[in-house]
T-cell receptor
Framework: GDSVTQTEGQVTVSESKSLIINCTYS????????LFWYVRYPGEGLQLLLK?????QKGSSRGFEATYNKEATSFHLQKASVQESDSAVYYC????????????FGSGTRLLVSP | EAAVTQSPRNKVAVTGGKVTLSCNQT?????MYWYRQDTGHGLRLIHY???????EKGDIPDGYKASRPSQENFSLILELATPSQTSVYFC????????????FGSGTRLLVI
């Protein structure tokens, strides 16, 4: 079936440094899936950070960006300069083109930004 | 503002007891979902619904029931709670469209002792 892999359970970055959180996916359904990044701040529910529905395109929001790389089946999240307020858990997810109800989530990556 | 509200925020239950987690959405979305989130796992889908009166099994439905009495409300029921059901539970709502995303509640932290 479809799956999303986030290899890092936790990432620690100093404030103002750059960030990359890795995400790869496997989609067995026909067609390219929609890809998402969700973020969960402490005490809150998940909220959509960005999404890309077309392979090869880039999504961006709040200084974060992710490029849909269909060849590498990757959707890494990047930010040039992180802030302490970015500390949260980030989830990569996909929604297949068929059987479209079911969003599949990665295991999440906790980002700690140190001052 | 459209939202998804879960109650309770925290719950302690005894093994063998019945637990009901409630979810209310004001987004007028057709679809609603219950997930659980455990360390080392992504969000795993327990049950979902396409509309009032409909419930469907997700990937890990064993030990759980669901009820969707109205467009706005979707409950998750643990008839006989077990310690393995200790987790954080998230409710979400979403449209049926392929390009739509989900709106999540803040989660319910359940401890079964």
């Amino acid at each position: 079936g479809d799956s999303v892999t986030q290899t890092e359970g936790q990432v620690t970055v100093s404030e103002s440094k750059s960030l990359i959180i890795n995400c790869t996916y496997s989609a067995t359904s026909i067609g390219y899936p929609n890809l998402f990044w969700y973020v969960r701040y402490p005490g809150e529910g998940l909220q959509l950070l960005l999404k890309v529905i077309t392979a090869g395109q880039k999504g961006s929001s709040r200084g974060f960006e992710a490029t849909y790389n269909k060849e590498a089946t990757s959707f890494h999240l990047q930010k040039a300069s992180v802030q302490e307020s970015d500390s949260a858990v980030y989830y990569c997810a996909l929604r297949p083109r068929t059987g479209g109800y079911k969003v599949v989530f990665g295991s999440g990556t906790r980002l700690l930004v140190s001052p | 503002e459209a939202a998804v509200t879960q109650s309770p925020r925290n719950k302690v239950a005894v093994t063998g007891g019945k637990v009901t987690l409630s979810c209310n959405q004001t987004n007028n979305h057709n679809n609603m979902y219950w997930y659980r989130q455990d360390t080392g796992h992504g969000l795993r889908l327990i049950h979902y619904s396409y509309g009032a009166g409909s419930t469907e099994k997700g990937d890990i439905p064993d030990g759980y029931k669901a009820s969707r009495p109205s467009q706005e409300n979707f409950s998750l029921i643990l008839e006989l709670a077990t310690p393995s059901q200790t987790s954080v539970y998230f409710c979400a709502s979403g449209d049926s469209g392929q390009n739509s995303d989900y709106t999540f509640g803040s989660g319910t932290r359940l401890l079964v002792i």
